[in-house]
């Protein structure tokens, strides 16, 4: 990363910098861009609209969320682009980081981390920590200076990133646990190879998975093929009747959790950094059971 970055370790959740973000950047008569790709994205674009306007460039809302829009066009004269690099609930990923001549916002909660990146290219990164980072309560930002530097004045100074990078991210008391998980976190990702070695393994656990998913016709997946997150796998059960029976074999055998968000349906299994293939081998060997003993 190159040396005009600003690394702050903020409170609150990715979904304090929803309505931060346009506060700092976004004023009444101006307007930001955003692509609408998801839950996430559609809350952040709520909030921005309280500060200006809003340019939203492309959505995939009338396929339920299942691709990431190509070919959008973001305008030259938005404040800024801002866009969810991982959409969480709806398991698609953006594999490849628009080309913008506006600065580049970035909301990378559940990816960040997981593969190698040009960071360099983001004016803007916020992440909450509780998927790839640490624990819940603290938010990592990346934020260039000159861009910092451009922001409004005469927002309250928990709300300015410019009164945070003077201080330290200490302004007030810092969530002093949650920060004490990153260190440890990034001891433990720094120790086993850093992000390359992590990408190379969270390609291996989402390759094992999506091909047990796609060789099993038991399962269907509604997300398109190229935009598949490599975080979060999103399936269902083709015959809808042996949902239940799904899940409450995966419980006993203390797979917990898999139920999809409530939007969505289905079932969602996360491969954050901390899981190891070992977990991800267990859950698709009882997928080609249950196959086996259920499919057609
Ligand atoms: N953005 C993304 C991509 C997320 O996955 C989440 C939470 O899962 C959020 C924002 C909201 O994070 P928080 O609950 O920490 O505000």
Redesign the pocket.
Known sequence: MDANKEVLFLH?????H?FQVPMNFLTKGTKAAYLDCGV?GT?AIKEAKIYGDVDVVASSKDKNYTYIPAGFHIPNDAAYFHY?T????EGTQMHHIPDASVPLIA????DILSREMDFNKFAFIYA?A??NIGA?GV?LVVADRSFLAKGNKGIPSMMDYTVHVENGSMLNTPPVFAIYVCMLTLRWLKKNGGIQAIESANNKKAALLYDTLDTNSIFTLPVEKKDRSLMNAVFTITDPSLEALFLKKCESESMIGIKGHRNVGGFRVSLYNALPLSSVQVITDLMNDFANQYGS
């Not at 609150?12 to 304090?16: C, H, V």
């Open positions: 609150g959740g990715a979904s304090t929803f996430w809350k969810t991982n959409n969480t609930i909301d990378m909660s559940s909450g509780q998927k819940a938010n």
